[in-house]
């Protein structure tokens, strides 16, 4: 059993930045890439940023330069430091890790809850 944890999101005008967390927690041995995605109503899913466990980023071009994507490894933790939010930012995020469980024999992807992030004019 995993579970993904993710906090930090919530209302703030344009401009202004949010900080999301997510924490992975369970039978992990290991961990390779986690990400962030998001998701409108009617829309589909889509990747804002990304991390490998060596530190490698991957980024959607709409938040280059503002959002920045991180991770502490020791923690099974990544964050995502969002600046200069814009109101088209509005969405719920969600957390993604391919995980490695200890009686597993591959990765599997795991999602957190989601949590909403909301950007006012």
């Known amino acids: 059993q995993v579970q993904l944890v993710e906090s930090g999101g919530g209302l703030v005008q344009a401009g202004g930045s949010l900080r999301l967390s997510c924490a992975a927690s369970?039978?992990?041995?290991?961990?390779?890439?986690m990400g962030w995605y998001r998701q409108a109503p009617g829309k589909q899913r889509e990747l804002v940023a990304a991390a490998t466990s060596a530190g490698y980023t991957d980024y959607a071009d709409s938040v280059k330069g503002r959002f920045t994507i991180s991770r502490d490894n020791a923690k099974n933790t990544v964050y995502l430091q969002m600046n200069s939010l814009k109101p088209e930012d509005t969405d719920v995020y969600y957390c993604k890790a391919g995980v490695k469980e200890y009686r597993g024999s591959y990765y599997r992807d795991y999602w957190g809850q989601g949590t909403q992030v909301t950007v006012s004019s």
């Open positions: 369970g039978s992990i041995f290991s961990i390779n890439a």
